[in-house]
């Protein structure tokens, strides 16, 4: 189902995808933010955050062991975020266009 889903994006979408699991290491998170924009039920819908926390979860326990390095995981905390937020407003833009 997985396939046939991603054979059914379009160009945009598809791109929105590659970036989010590119970034998060993880096409769940991905699927999850792509289908935010549409779907109620999906738990990421409300609060991209918790996407953010979720794809977080292995570099932060490092963090916690090891300590942070400014400069690097620090900047990853933003880039994540950003990443994450740019693919679901590309998503929402999407979504409204196809209303209209």
């Known amino acids: ?3 046939e889903w991603v054979n059914s994006l379009d160009a945009w979408n598809l791109c ?3 970036s989010v699991a590119s970034e998060t290491k993880s096409f769940f998170l991905g699927m999850a933010v792509v289908l935010s924009t549409n779907d109620t ?3 990421f819908s409300m609060d991209l955050d918790k996407a953010i926390v979720a794809s977080r979860i292995e570099e932060e326990f ?7 390095v400014e400069g ?3 900047y990853d905390r933003l880039n994540n975020s950003i990443q994450i937020h740019a693919a679901q407003v ?3 833009s ?3 266009g ?3």
């Open 41 to 43: 039920e999906n738990p």
């Open 94 to 96: 999407i979504a409204v």
């Open 16 to 18: 929105a995808l590659h």
């Open 1 to 3: 189902k997985a396939h």
């Open 72 to 74: 690097g995981h620090d």
């Open 62 to 68: 490092q963090i916690e062991m090891w300590g942070l």
């Open 98 to 100: 196809n209303i209209q």
């Open 90 to 92: 590309l998503t929402s």
